[in-house]
């Protein structure tokens, strides 16, 4: 998905920018961000509010010693719901030698939110010290983002997507989506 800025679209295009930017730095206000980037032929998708109402209620701070990283999902309807999934990968930015493959341990877990039926990821292990491939040659050392734990979740535009990491760390996330086609597998 992209987002087109282009000068020709004309002004239902700038209200969807300008929407975009309102909604962008309200998420940010509350330190959330939204994910309202579409295709230039679609109209933005905007953020549920009961999603938004269901973080300030029901989730916890942060721990000490940890961030809470929250992803808002643009609505859909329940039914092109399950068609999506979330994949949320947790990770840091190091120096990198740059032609290893690097990848951090950990686990992702999820923990209940007791009497709310909700809930969120918190990350376990270490994510200082990452393993790598060793293969021969030294390229540039270059920052990247190095990977560690990673979880695929069901797209719910209802409900904030909340994942605990010890401070430092970043939380990126990418959109699943199912193919229309349904294949049979044969008996053999």
């Not at 987002?3 to 679209?9: I, M, N, P, Q």
């Not at 929407?19 to 730095?25: E, G, P, T």
């Not at 979330?86 to 007791?114: H, M, Q, S």
């Amino acid at each position: 998905m992209r987002t087109d800025h282009g000068a020709s679209r004309g002004t239902a295009h700038t209200s969807v920018n300008r929407w975009h930017s309102a909604m962008v730095a309200a998420a940010l206000s509350i330190g959330v961000w939204a994910s309202t980037t579409t295709r230039a032929d679609e109209p933005a998708a905007a953020v549920d509010p009961g999603a938004v109402k269901n973080l300030e209620a029901a989730y916890p701070a942060a721990p000490e010693g940890m961030e809470r990283k929250v992803i808002l999902l643009p609505h859909m309807e329940r039914d092109a719901e399950s068609d999506y999934r979330i994949e949320v990968v947790v990770g840091r930015v190091l120096p990198t030698d740059g032609v290893n493959r690097y990848f951090l341990g950990g686990e992702l877990r999820e923990v209940d939110i007791p009497g709310w039926g909700f809930s969120y990821f918190t990350v376990e292990g270490r994510l200082d010290a990452p393993a790598s491939t060793r293969v021969a040659g030294q390229g540039t050392t270059a920052p990247r983002f190095v990977a560690g734990p990673s979880r695929l979740v069901p797209y719910n535009s209802r409900l904030p997507l909340v994942v605990m990491v010890p401070t430092g760390c970043e939380v990126r996330w990418r959109v699943w989506r199912a193919s229309p086609e349904v294949h049979a597998a044969p008996t053999k």
